[in-house]
């Protein structure tokens, strides 16, 4: 199926300011590519401070990108008011409690968006779809949820009622920013299971993105990794996780708990992959080679080439150089 939502080699640069008024410029995200198709989940995979969130941001039209194209439906999305373009892009955030509205009810949360995005005015017809929405996401029984404030739901509570308003707005893609990792390891299971079913039943396009490999294992068919703003690595799952590209992508890999140790390990995230470098003075050439076990001379000056090696999985290093394969 084509895109519904396309970056285009996609760049972001940030002008910053030091505290003695000098300035510099963070390159949090370069040269992105990458498509979402309705019913298709992607995972983009990154440490903090890898670009990702910046990515999503740029996608959920948050910021405007310094170079490159956002496509939505095929069409560039350069002057298409963001409300219309919200209609389609909704975005859910790490942290449900300061994504809602603290002052309102949930019922007030959700009819906002019925009225701004769809017009709807009438109360029983308001009454009706809030109600509809809450059972999408499983609050069940839905009346028992309409009327409390953010502070008395849980945080699972809470973010099932962030997705019910994405939902309200009924787009064709989800941008989800780390949803689950704020949750009780208890309930993210569900939650993913939540997002799989809205994919299923409901052929949104998903882009999860999450500093954890076993979840993108369990949710997704598709997946990207970032390394200091830079993607190093993509394609179908199974090719991605048993066979590796990129020293990167095998060190997340390696460093990731064992799904088969059990659900508890499941999301634990081991993390001893070190600090990544500064977006303002990213190393030349290959971001990783201050990292990498394979780094060679000229992945210190040049930065490598997208390889496609076999049924669409590709990776940027020079360790695949002559192995295109389409
Ligand atoms: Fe390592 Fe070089 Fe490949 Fe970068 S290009 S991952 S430094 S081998």
């Known amino acids: 199926t084509a895109p519904i939502l396309e970056a285009r080699d996609v760049s972001m640069h940030f002008t910053v300011r030091g505290a003695f008024g000098q300035t510099a410029v963070v390159r949090a995200v370069e040269g992105a590519t990458l498509a979402l198709r309705p019913g298709g989940i992607v995972a983009l995979v990154g440490e903090s401070g890898s670009g990702k969130t910046t990515l999503a941001r740029l996608l959920a039209r ?107 707005v009924e787009p064709a893609v989800l941008l989800g920013d780390e949803p689950i990792s704020m949750l009780d390891v208890s309930i ?43 993607m190093v690595e993509g394609g179908p799952k199974e090719d991605v996780l048993a066979r590796p590209l990129h020293p990167y992508t095998r060190l997340l890999i390696e460093s990731s708990p064992d799904p088969d140790r059990g659900r508890a390990a499941l999301f634990d995230g081991a993390d001893e992959l070190g600090e990544p470098p500064s977006l303002i003075d990213p190393p030349a050439g290959c971001r990783f080679h201050p990292r990498c076990p394979f780094a060679m001379a000229r992945c210190r000056t040049e930065a490598p080439p997208r390889t496609t090696v076999s049924s669409g999985q590709w990776a940027h290093c020079w360790l695949l150089d002559g192995q295109e394969t389409t």
């Open 188 to 230: 993210r299971l569900d939650m993913l299971n939540l997002l799989a079913r809205l994919r299923e039943e409901e052929g949104l396009a998903l882009l999860y993105i999450t500093h954890d490999i076993a979840s993108a294992r369990y949710l997704c068919d598709e997946i990207v990794v970032m390394y200091a703003g830079r």
């Open 62 to 168: 948050f910021h405007r990108p310094t170079s490159g194209e956002i496509r939505l439906r095929g069409e560039p999305v350069g002057k298409r008011g963001d409300r219309a373009y919200h209609r389609d892009v909704q975005m859910v955030f790490q942290d449900p409690f300061g994504s809602l509205n603290p002052l309102h009810r949930v019922r007030y949360n959700l009819e906002r968006a019925l009225r701004l995005h769809h017009g709807v005015k009438d109360r029983a017809e308001l009454e009706r779809r809030v109600v509809e929405l809450l059972e999408r996401v499983s609050l069940v029984p839905a009346r028992d949820f309409v009327d409390k404030f953010p502070h008395e739901l849980s945080g699972g509570q809470r973010q099932r009622v962030v997705i019910a308003r994405a939902l309200a």
